[in-house]
């Protein structure tokens, strides 16, 4: 179950990177339906992203799964 994580977690990561590329992509060309797409992409992302922290995790990776969860929403709300 393990290898399968770590790999699920490779994809999923290179797979965002490709997806952030043609969302930003699609932005500058002004494509209509980018705003949309991003919105749906998100979504599943954030929902596969789930699946694959609840899967992988062990109990004693939790609290530092959670300190980065909350370091990442707290940056990401931040304003500079």
């Known amino acids: 179950m393990?290898?399968?994580a770590r790999w699920a977690f490779t994809i999923f990561v290179i797979l965002a990177f490709f997806i952030g590329t043609a969302i930003a992509y699609m932005k500058e060309t002004g494509a209509?339906?980018?705003s949309s797409t991003e919105a749906?992409?998100?979504l599943i992302l954030l929902i596969?992203?789930?699946v694959v922290g609840l899967v992988s995790i062990t109990?004693?990776?939790v609290m530092?799964?959670?300190i980065a969860a909350i370091a990442l929403v707290?940056?990401?709300n931040a304003t500079i």
């Open 48 to 50: 596969l992203g789930a």
């Open 59 to 61: 109990s004693k990776e």
């Open 64 to 66: 530092p799964f959670l």
């Open 74 to 76: 707290v940056t990401g």
């Open 32 to 34: 209509e339906n980018a």
């Open 2 to 4: 393990e290898k399968i």
């Open 40 to 42: 749906y992409v998100t």
